[in-house]
């Protein structure tokens, strides 16, 4: 059998370059630590591993918006404890407002320190992130969300949003707040009602917060939930020296119903169903015509007591009470309301107004005036307390949902680590062997080809 001389030329070369390009891609795979280098090299291997690499870089983008919120969520809670601090302040100036002894001069210095706590408060109230974006604007994080018109006239220019980062496939963590509810959504009272003075009374009394017994009966669509204790006081009959006889009705204060209708109950008793449209009660000498005896501190039930007859609602209970404690006189009233919302910058400004126009004159007028509204604002104050405390635990439930979702990727990133790791990376010793295997092989083709080049006629002519 004949064989050309190209034809040996040719297997020869093409046999070492086949081993050289076998050893090039060892040479490669030692060097990149990797297996599959070109889809070609695993089809299925290299599919599954860019699905996976996919998976990690949007896992690892989680985990980076993790990090992220918490900047965003801690910056929030450094301004919240700023902001307890603030109120627990205020609250302290308040306490020290009601000791009786201090002069009206001495409560207009402690309104300087008001001063300065209500500007500190707006300065929170706009604060912005690291990146320039408001906390407390809800979505709008580019618009400053509280501008003031007056002393504690303020105005809310963001939205009850809250704008969100995702930190997992399933979960957006909200990362601002709304500032409306925050410093605008204080409830008065108790949160449920609340019982106020009448700035025009004469006499001393000075009416709690009150006390829910039952929430539900409150809520009773028979209740209209605005309501009026008046006072009577007349001389003891039988001893003109003793302390007068005192006693009060709960009137019906609701002059419309929900629904715009006028209410059939207004201005009337709810104790007897007088009804004062048509004027004072009649008066028997010596007698206090008002349905129930006032004692300073006693409880003032809304329901009707045992021995009371011809209620103007049978049976009724609207599940509070309050009390007054003092001596009111003649006409005095209190209002006991459903709760309302506030905002706290008029907090402070009506703790700032009880202070400029205390005055001590009237037999200790003024004092009961002052306490009744300090009062009210002291429960305010501890309203919008209670409000920045519990967005403040809100922030803190959601940093640790942040960190718990981040160590959730972190085991992620691992999995996919390692499943990239067992369809990519090289197994080390049939790498090396092959690489030996291979080189030796490329040696003896080199060596042989060597030889077999010098297979010619023309050598033995």
Do not use: C, H
């Not at 390009?21 to 795979?29: F, H």
């Not at 949007?58 to 307890?84: G, R």
């Not at 209500?118 to 974006?133: H, S, V």
């Not at 979505?139 to 003031?148: A, L, S």
């Amino acid at each position: 059998m004949r064989v050309a001389t190209n034809t040996v030329y040719s297997q020869g070369s093409m046999g070492i370059s086949r081993l050289m390009a076998q050893q090039s891609k060892l040479q490669n795979q030692l060097a990149t630590g990797r297996r599959v280098l070109s889809p070609s090299d695993d089809p299925i291997a290299s599919s599954r591993a860019l699905q996976i690499s996919q998976a990690q870089s949007i896992n690892t983008q989680y985990s980076t918006n993790s990090d992220s919120a918490d900047t965003s969520l801690a910056m929030t809670e450094k301004t919240l404890n700023q902001l307890v601090t603030l109120i627990q302040n205020v609250q302290s100036l308040a306490v020290s407002a009601g000791n009786p002894t201090q002069t009206a001069d001495q409560k207009k210095m402690l309104d300087a320190e008001l001063q300065g706590r209500y500007q500190e408060l707006l300065a929170l109230a706009n604060a912005t992130d690291g990146n320039g974006e408001y906390l407390f604007s809800g979505f709008r994080g580019d618009t400053k969300p509280f501008t003031e018109a007056g002393f504690g006239n303020v105005t809310y220019n963001g939205d009850d949003g809250q704008r969100g980062i995702q930190i997992s496939a399933s979960r957006t963590i909200p990362v601002s707040e709304a500032g409306s509810k925050l410093f605008q959504r204080v409830p008065t009272g108790n949160g449920t009602f609340t019982s106020s003075a009448n700035m025009a009374n004469t006499g001393t009394g000075i009416i709690t917060t009150g006390e829910v017994l039952d929430p539900s009966k409150w809520a009773n669509a028979a209740n209209v939930q605005d309501f009026r204790i008046e006072f009577n006081s007349i001389p003891d009959p039988n001893d003109p020296t003793a302390a007068p006889i005192v006693n009060y009705d709960i009137i019906d204060s609701r002059a419309t119903l929900p629904d715009g209708s006028a209410n059939p109950n207004y201005n009337m008793s709810m104790v007897d169903g007088y009804d004062y449209n048509g004027g004072a009660r009649p008066s028997t000498p010596g007698v206090n015509s008002y349905p129930r005896t006032y004692k300073s501190g006693a409880d003032i039930e809304f329901k009707q007591l045992p021995g009371e007859t011809t209620p103007l609602v049978a049976n009724w209970d609207f599940g509070v009470k309050t009390s007054v404690t003092g001596d009111p006189k003649t006409g005095d009233t209190f209002t006991v309301a459903a709760s309302k919302n506030t905002d706290i910058f008029s907090v402070l400004a009506d703790f700032s107004s009880a202070l400029n126009n205390y005055n001590t004159a009237g037999n200790g007028k003024g004092q009961t005036d002052f306490q009744n509204q300090l009062n009210t604002v002291i429960k305010n104050l501890s309203n919008s307390l209670d409000t920045v405390l519990s967005t403040q635990a809100s922030i803190g439930a959601r940093m640790l949902e942040t960190e718990s979702v981040r160590n959730t990727n972190e085991d992620i990133n691992l999995q996919y680590t390692a499943t990239l790791s067992k369809l990519q990376d090289l197994d080390w010793p049939k790498a090396i062997s092959d690489f030996s295997q291979n080189q030796m092989l490329l040696d003896a083709a080199r060596s042989s080809f060597s030889q077999v080049q010098n297979l010619s006629l023309f050598q033995y002519i």
